[in-house]
């Protein structure tokens, strides 16, 4: 945190500037883009393993498709629908478009040169080489021709754009080929368009014979270019391009005139697949005329077109990514950590009895949850179980198992599963279907809402009475991403929660209109109140002379109005270090408004996903952590939590060995500057501090 030196008070002969003014916000939607300029930078950073480089091109390609289905669509549908509402930075929505597509060409610039010039060449180098059939020996080729006739040839489906031939529906993220054919006829040369989609059903790295210890590959993109001769008998194939179309993904839902929220969902997702194009990427040297032919065909303009140079659709890059047996080129195994408190812990309802317990994922494992929740499925004294679940894991979550398992001992079991989780809605179907099948008391939400919650409550009749016991999360019941998040896990059986998450469920299952909680911070009940009211607390002990400072690490902060409450801290004097992941539109180091303000943002091998806020509180801190962002639709859209960290030694165990060492990062952190950019945070004279390393190697010396 900024030390007392570091803190300036607001000039005081001078008038306070307008906290409306757009000038002291950043954009969201630019600070999105470099927030993936982040993840591209560990692709370019030679300290990381080379296939960890690979998969930060596949996240930044993954993210980019997300941004495009949903935050270049949402601009796209306020254009349409003639909104002209400009944003927190002053744009309107199609300034926005512009922008955006300015400042994307630059990083594409850098994605594609690094791809090309730097990781393909290194990969060779270590025997996985991705070839172009053309320059393969013959053997390989005519075996590469078997396999086409075979597995590919079957599948392909040529489609001819002409009078009698309408330009073909093309799916969202899917490959195709422009093909430019030439036909000769009595009346001389006639030139034709046909496309030719890639399957989406064929692996798209196509195994190529190698020599002993390497990995070759061809793409099926390029097998099938170079036989499309076979599709078109009779006429000679000029050229072809590849191109790719992004389509708007967000579910256009009206709950509010939806009877079976489950069936509409279902419904909405079929048509996901026919949202509107926002996006055309193409290959570089497709010739003018069939680059407006695409345009034209899907409906967009010049500056929704990306001309790629090399590999286009980096989220299957995890194929490379993944590749087994290559362990010098992965980041090295780590096995996460059960706490000493827990070594040898059969009991969970003993343990949480003792004393509240945290957990630091993934460098502690998420065992404990999972046997927490097993254990209350088979003990003979549970009586209930509540919980929520946004993601799990999929086919075979663990976490649902044992909700079922739970049911079928006859407890009272009670889920949340929200189904409009973001391209999760199928995989969150199916389990609601299954867990009602097994007498599960599914519930879906609020109609226009959201329930992002990571809560469970489990009641147990013990020898004194009915006790309660709890686990609140920063992250979802899935032990997958577990592995990947950095995320907390707080057990507890403090009946003042108790009391409070038995008033939350009771809202979330029946009728129960909640209008305040005693402990628990819940969105949209009272979270924004509370965190205005601490907000502004802490500027009246600055102003008092009293202790005072605010610590935050999160995901993202979009939310106007408490980034104006901050800014009013920080005019009053209060240090305010931020720890923000993703999108940020605090305009840090303004004098007069934010000059007490540092946003930091640490990327690196886990994706930071935890929640914490601390407020100094004139030296009584409180701090808190769950799974709200200072966002719009976290505050008043969504259903959160943010739950007092009640005991002493477990929220200094958060101040001092978690965020201290965050905020110590000179590795993998980069600065916010007043300018809207991130620089790296340099060791200078200092040792380097890799917060996540530090976090690792401390949890396998336990």
Same mark, same amino acid.
């Given at each position: 945190?900024?030390?007392?030196?570091?803190?300036?008070?607001?000039?005081?002969?001078t008038?306070?500037?307008?906290?409306?003014?757009?000038a002291?916000?950043?954009?969201?939607?630019?600070?999105w883009?470099?927030?993936?300029?982040?993840?591209?930078?560990?692709?370019?950073?030679?300290?990381?393993?080379?296939?960890?480089?690979?998969?930060?091109?596949?996240?930044?390609?993954?993210?980019?498709?997300?941004?495009?289905?949903?935050?270049?669509?949402?601009?796209?549908?306020?254009?349409?629908?003639?909104?002209?509402?400009?944003?927190?930075d002053?744009?309107?929505?199609?300034?926005?478009?512009?922008?955006?597509?300015?400042?994307?060409?630059?990083?594409?610039?850098?994605?594609?040169?690094?791809?090309?010039?730097?990781?393909?060449?290194?990969?060779?180098?270590?025997?996985?080489?991705?070839?172009?059939?053309?320059?393969?020996?013959?053997?390989?080729?005519?075996?590469?021709?078997?396999?086409?006739?075979?597995?590919?040839?079957?599948?392909?489906?040529?489609?001819?754009?002409?009078?009698?031939?309408?330009f073909?529906?093309?799916?969202?993220?899917?490959?195709?080929?422009?093909?430019?054919l030439?036909?000769?006829?009595?009346?001389?040369?006639?030139?034709?368009?046909a496309?030719?989609?890639?399957?989406?059903?064929?692996?798209r790295?196509?195994?190529?014979?190698?020599?002993?210890?390497?990995?070759?590959?061809?793409?099926?993109?390029?097998?099938?270019?170079?036989?499309?001769?076979?599709?078109?008998?009779?006429?000679?194939?000029?050229?072809?391009?590849?191109?790719?179309?992004?389509?708007?993904?967000?579910?256009?839902?009206?709950?509010?005139?939806?009877?079976?929220?489950?069936?509409?969902?279902?419904?909405?997702?079929?048509?996901?697949?026919?949202?509107?194009?926002?996006?055309?990427?193409?290959?570089?040297?497709?010739?003018?005329?069939?680059?407006?032919?695409?345009?034209?065909?899907?409906?967009?303009?010049?500056?929704?077109?990306?001309?790629?140079?090399?590999?286009?659709?980096?989220?299957?890059?995890?194929?490379?990514?993944?590749?087994?047996?290559?362990?010098?080129?992965?980041?090295?195994?780590?096995?996460?950590?059960?706490?000493?408190?827990?070594?040898?812990?059969?009991?969970?309802?003993?343990?949480?009895?003792?004393?509240d317990?945290?957990?630091?994922?993934?460098?502690?494992?998420?065992?404990?949850?999972?046997?927490?929740?097993?254990?209350?499925?088979?003990?003979?004294?549970?009586?209930?179980?509540?919980?929520?679940?946004?993601?799990?894991?999929?086919?075979?979550?663990?976490?649902?198992?044992?909700?079922?398992?739970?049911?079928?001992?006859?407890?009272?079991?009670?889920?949340?599963?929200?189904?409009?989780?973001?391209?999760?809605?199928?995989n969150?179907?199916?389990?609601?279907?299954?867990?009602?099948?097994?007498?599960?008391?599914?519930?879906?939400?609020?109609?226009?809402?959201?329930?992002?919650?990571?809560?469970?409550?489990?009641?147990?009749?013990?020898?004194?009475?009915?006790?309660?016991?709890?686990?609140?999360?920063?992250?979802?019941?899935?032990?997958?991403?577990?592995?990947?998040y950095?995320?907390?896990?707080?057990?507890?059986?403090?009946?003042?929660?108790?009391?409070?998450?038995?008033?939350?469920?009771?809202?979330?299952t029946?009728?129960?209109?909640?209008?305040?909680?005693?402990?628990?911070?819940?969105?949209?009940?009272?979270?924004?109140?509370?965190?205005?009211?601490?907000?502004?607390?802490?500027?009246?002990?600055?102003?008092?002379?009293?202790?005072?400072? +605010? =610590?935050?690490k999160?995901?993202?902060?979009?939310d106007?109005?408490?980034? %104006?409450?901050?800014?009013? /801290? *920080? $005019? #009053?004097?209060?240090?305010?270090?931020?720890?923000?992941?993703?999108?940020?539109?605090?305009?840090?180091?303004?004098?007069?408004?934010?000059?007490?303000?540092?946003?930091?943002?640490?990327?690196?091998?886990?994706l930071?996903?935890?929640?914490?806020?601390?407020?100094?509180?004139?030296?009584?801190?409180?701090?808190?952590?769950?799974?709200?962002?200072?966002?719009?639709?976290?505050?008043?859209?969504?259903?959160?939590?943010?739950?007092?960290?009640?005991?002493?030694?477990?929220?200094?165990?958060?101040?001092?060995?978690i965020?201290?060492?965050?905020?110590?990062?000179?590795?993998?952190?980069?600065?916010?500057?007043?300018?809207?950019?991130? +620089? =790296?945070?340099?060791?200078a004279?200092?040792?380097?501090?890799?917060?996540? %390393?530090?976090?690792?190697? /401390? *949890? $396998? #010396?336990?």
């Amino acid at each position: 945190m900024l030390s007392r030196s570091e803190v300036r008070a607001a000039p005081a002969e001078t008038a306070p500037r307008s906290l409306d003014d757009p000038a002291l916000y950043f954009s969201r939607e630019l600070s999105w883009l470099e927030f993936n300029d982040r993840v591209l930078e560990e692709a370019l950073d030679e300290s990381n393993p080379l296939l960890e480089r690979f998969k930060f091109i596949a996240i930044f390609g993954t993210n980019l498709d997300e941004y495009f289905m949903i935050r270049v669509a949402a601009l796209k549908q306020q254009i349409d629908a003639q909104i002209h509402r400009r944003s927190e930075d002053g744009r309107m929505p199609s300034e926005h478009l512009l922008a955006i597509s300015e400042r994307l060409r630059v990083s594409l610039a850098r994605q594609m040169h690094l791809l090309s010039d730097t990781l393909l060449p290194a990969l060779e180098a270590n025997g996985i080489r991705i070839w172009r059939v053309a320059d393969l020996d013959e053997d390989r080729r005519s075996a590469l021709e078997r396999t086409f006739d075979e597995r590919v040839f079957p599948v392909l489906t040529p489609l001819a754009v002409d009078s009698g031939h309408p330009f073909p529906y093309i799916s969202n993220l899917s490959l195709s080929l422009a093909v430019e054919l030439e036909e000769v006829t009595a009346d001389g040369v006639e030139l034709h368009f046909a496309r030719v989609k890639i399957p989406q059903t064929l692996p798209r790295y196509v195994p190529v014979d190698a020599p002993e210890g390497q990995r070759w590959y061809v793409l099926l993109e390029d097998l099938i270019a170079h036989h499309l001769s076979s599709l078109f008998p009779g006429m000679e194939v000029r050229d072809s391009y590849l191109f790719r179309v992004t389509r708007d993904a967000d579910l256009d839902l009206q709950e509010d005139e939806a009877d079976d929220l489950l069936a509409a969902i279902e419904s909405e997702l079929q048509r996901r697949r026919f949202g509107e194009p926002v996006r055309l990427e193409i290959e570089r040297g497709m010739p003018e005329y069939m680059r407006e032919l695409l345009l034209d065909a899907l409906d967009l303009s010049g500056v929704d077109c990306y001309e790629i140079q090399g590999l286009m659709g980096l989220s299957d890059l995890w194929t490379i990514a993944n590749l087994p047996d290559h362990p010098q080129l992965h980041d090295p195994q780590f096995t996460p950590a059960i706490p000493k408190r827990l070594i040898g812990v059969t009991d969970m309802f003993s343990a949480i009895r003792e004393g509240d317990i945290l957990l630091h994922h993934p460098y502690e494992s998420f065992d404990p949850v999972l046997q927490f929740l097993r254990q209350a499925a088979d003990d003979e004294r549970v009586l209930a179980i509540k919980a929520t679940l946004y993601r799990t894991s999929g086919k075979n979550s663990p976490i649902v198992r044992a909700l079922l398992d739970a049911a079928e001992n006859e407890k009272q079991v009670a889920v949340l599963i929200e189904l409009k989780a973001r391209f999760d809605e199928e995989n969150n179907i199916e389990w609601a279907k299954r867990l009602e099948r097994a007498g599960v008391h599914v519930v879906y939400g609020f109609a226009g809402m959201k329930t992002h919650a990571k809560t469970m409550l489990v009641v147990r009749q013990e020898d004194d009475g009915i006790r309660r016991y709890m686990h609140f999360g920063t992250g979802n019941y899935n032990e997958k991403s577990a592995r990947l998040y950095t995320d907390l896990s707080l057990f507890t059986a403090r009946a003042e929660l108790g009391a409070d998450v038995t008033q939350l469920f009771n809202a979330l299952t029946g009728f129960a209109k909640i209008t305040d909680y005693e402990d628990l911070l819940v969105a949209p009940v009272n979270m924004r109140r509370e965190l205005t009211a601490l907000i502004d607390r802490e500027a009246e002990h600055a102003r008092a002379g009293r202790s005072a400072g +605010i =610590r935050a690490k999160l995901n993202a902060i979009t939310d106007t109005p408490m980034v %104006r409450a901050l800014y009013r /801290a *920080s $005019q #009053a004097g209060v240090p305010i270090d931020l720890q923000v992941r993703g999108m940020c539109i605090v305009r840090p180091g303004i004098p007069g408004v934010s000059e007490n303000i540092r946003v930091r943002s640490v990327v690196g091998r886990f994706l930071e996903h935890s929640r914490i806020y601390e407020f100094e509180n004139g030296g009584d801190r409180e701090t808190f952590i769950g799974s709200a962002d200072l966002m719009g639709r976290n505050l008043d859209r969504r259903v959160e939590t943010l739950v007092p960290v009640l005991e002493p030694a477990l929220a200094e165990v958060i101040r001092t060995r978690i965020l201290a060492v965050l905020f110590a990062d000179n590795v993998k952190a980069r600065e916010l500057r007043p300018d809207g950019s991130y +620089i =790296r945070v340099q060791a200078a004279d200092r040792a380097a501090v890799n917060a996540q %390393r530090i976090f690792l190697t /401390a *949890s $396998q #010396a336990l």
